[in-house]
């Protein structure tokens, strides 16, 4: 694997389990799912500039405003948990319980 | 100076570390600060200034504010720190699955290298990632107002998951 690429690879891989194992709080797995964004961020800035290819830096661009999105709506369903529970804990949480 | 890409990549992965084994959200932060600032130290070094500049405003000065205040509505006040129960743990863990996923991958003898800047087959009159960037207002226009369309659906989006009072989906109250 070519060297610099092992880094953003382990940033995500390290990230994804983090989200899986998310433990007490909803705002950690929210974190989580952001450096899984930042680590691609990097990895499709870095793909351009090694192969000199200029139009490709769009990519960055555009998944950095889906993020954005994305961030948005998790962060909308923290601040409703939190005003329906009290907190973000996610033993709290029981929409989905039977 | 050869070495700063090395300890900027080092750096981000352990930030990414910091995020995934945080004992409470208030270290999460502080572990994405520290892989956003190295990230974009790498890309400044690599000569796609461009782009890091967009991290830096759009991620750092942007999301990363709104999580940060997040944080604080969402998290307790009296946080666990590192040196807390099970953390350590999990660092360590963490740290394990990522020596034992690069050695059963073979990726071992990766870390010699050689890095290819944005100035590599000479000096453009206008840089990679500026050019590249500008084809979203000209070639690209129609992912540029797709993204824009996305956008402004997720303020919708965001409106209506905060609805309470038996008009929305989530809230009870």
Redesign the interface.
Known sequence: ????H???Y??????S??LA?HRT????A???L??MM??L??AL??W???N?S?????A???M??????E???G??????????HG??HLHNFN?LQC | MIYLVLALAVCFVLGGLAVASNPSPYYGVVGLVLASVAGCGWLVSLGASFVALVLFMVYLGGMLVVFVYSVSLAAEPFPEGWVGQGVVGYVVGLILVMVVGIVVGDFVGSWKFGVDTVDGVGLLSVRLDFGGVAVFYSWGVGMFLMAGWGLLLALFVVLELVRGLSRGAIRAV
């Open positions: 694997m070519p060297s610099m092992l880094s953003f382990s940033t995500f891989a390290l990230s389990l983090g194992f709080h909803l705002i950690s929210l974190l989580c952001e450096s930042l680590s961020y990097i800035t870095i351009p500039v090694e000199q200029t139009s490709f830096t769009t960055p661009i555009l950095l405003s889906f993020s954005a999105c961030a948005g709506t962060l909308a369903m923290l601040v409703a948990s939190s005003r329906t907190s973000d929409l």
